[in-house]
């Protein structure tokens, strides 16, 4: 009889990470113009803008960010008068989909019109792209309300392209290389052989693709032809057993990260208890950020990091021929 060890890890990878702090800085341009600005034939109430703003992403949904902006020089009559701003405010991030996000900003700003300082309302709303390789662009229109220089109350305005640069989570040191396992056969000391029965192997399956919700830890339907092939194998052999293994990057609190790499490998235990597999042969495990396969100093490092290994250790069985 020989003694077939099967080791099958199958990597779920999550979609993106539930959260992570991250500082980012970026700078813009584009048009500028005011709103309610001439009491006069002679005015200009356009012209081009720049700024320039540090961030700090909490979670994924929520940041908060400071900037400086220049507006411009704007004329009514005989006054010519630069107005700029200092801003602070929340940006609330909606994911539209793995690449593209809407946002929102509402807050407050410091105006300089002129030889007037004074305090203004700020929302802006935009669109977010995410290259994935450390560098979004954004598109953004701003409004700051009731600016005053004595003369005029007027809002201003401005349309803007802008190039984000971000920084990443708290750095670690590089993981040691993870060896993947391979299908093993033990020889052992075996009888007189009997003609009627054979041995079975069971090929090692990885898979690398996002099999999670967006943010969540429900399964997508995409995972229903991976779950069910490992079905079909834990049916034919009764004798097998199952481990499940959740893991995340290192962004995030390390109780966090333990609790959603819980979470999701209880959602595959879940999955496999619906299509009849014994709870008895599974285990869940969840490691949070502690087993790294790749560097978390990237975002592609930290989204290969995110993800639940289904292992299925090694046990004896025999097919008859």
């Not at 700090?56 to 940041?63: E, G, K, T, V």
């Not at 030889?115 to 669109?127: I, T």
């Not at 399956?205 to 991976?226: D, H, I, R, W």
């Not at 975002?299 to 993800?307: A, D, H, L, P, S």
């Amino acid at each position: 009889m020989k003694k077939l060890a099967v080791l099958i890890s199958t990597s779920l990878m999550f979609a993106s990470a539930p959260s992570f702090s991250e500082v980012y800085v970026g700078a813009k341009v584009g048009k500028s113009w005011l709103d309610d600005s001439c009491t006069s034939s002679v005015c200009d109430d356009e012209d081009s803008t720049v700024g320039a703003f540090l961030g700090y992403q909490m979670w994924d949904f929520l940041s908060l960010e400071a900037g400086y902006d220049y507006l411009g020089e704007f004329q009514n009559g005989s006054m010519k008068d630069d107005i700029s701003a200092i801003t602070l405010a929340p940006k609330a991030n909606l994911a539209l989909t793995d690449d593209i996000s809407l946002y929102g900003k509402l807050g407050g700003a410091y105006v300089d019109y002129g030889s007037k300082n004074d305090w203004s309302y700020l929302g802006a709303v935009g669109l977010e792209f995410d290259s994935h390789q450390n560098v979004l662009v954004r598109l953004e229109y701003q409004t700051l309300t009731d600016m005053n220089n004595d003369v005029v109350r007027a809002a201003g305005n401005s349309a803007t392209l802008g190039v984000v640069y971000t920084f990443g989570g708290a750095s670690q040191a590089e993981p040691a290389p993870v060896v993947e396992p391979e299908v093993m056969v033990v020889e052992q000391p075996e009888p007189e052989p009997e003609p009627t029965w054979v041995d079975k192997t069971y090929q090692t399956t990885t898979l690398g693709e996002s099999y999670f919700a967006l943010n969540s830890t429900e399964l997508k339907p995409e995972s229903a032809p991976v779950l069910d092939k490992l079905v079909d194998f834990l049916a034919e052999y009764p004798e097998s057993e199952v481990v499940i293994i959740g893991h995340t990057d290192s962004t995030g609190s390390e109780q966090y990260n333990q609790m959603i790499s819980e979470k999701r490998a209880q959602s595959v235990s879940d999955a496999l208890q619906q299509r009849g597999i014994e709870q008895q042969r599974i285990s869940v495990e969840g490691r949070g950020e502690l087993e790294p396969k790749s560097s978390n100093k990237t975002r592609e490092g930290r989204k290969q990091n995110r993800r639940v290994e289904i292992v299925i250790p090694s046990f004896d069985y025999q097919i008859q021929q």
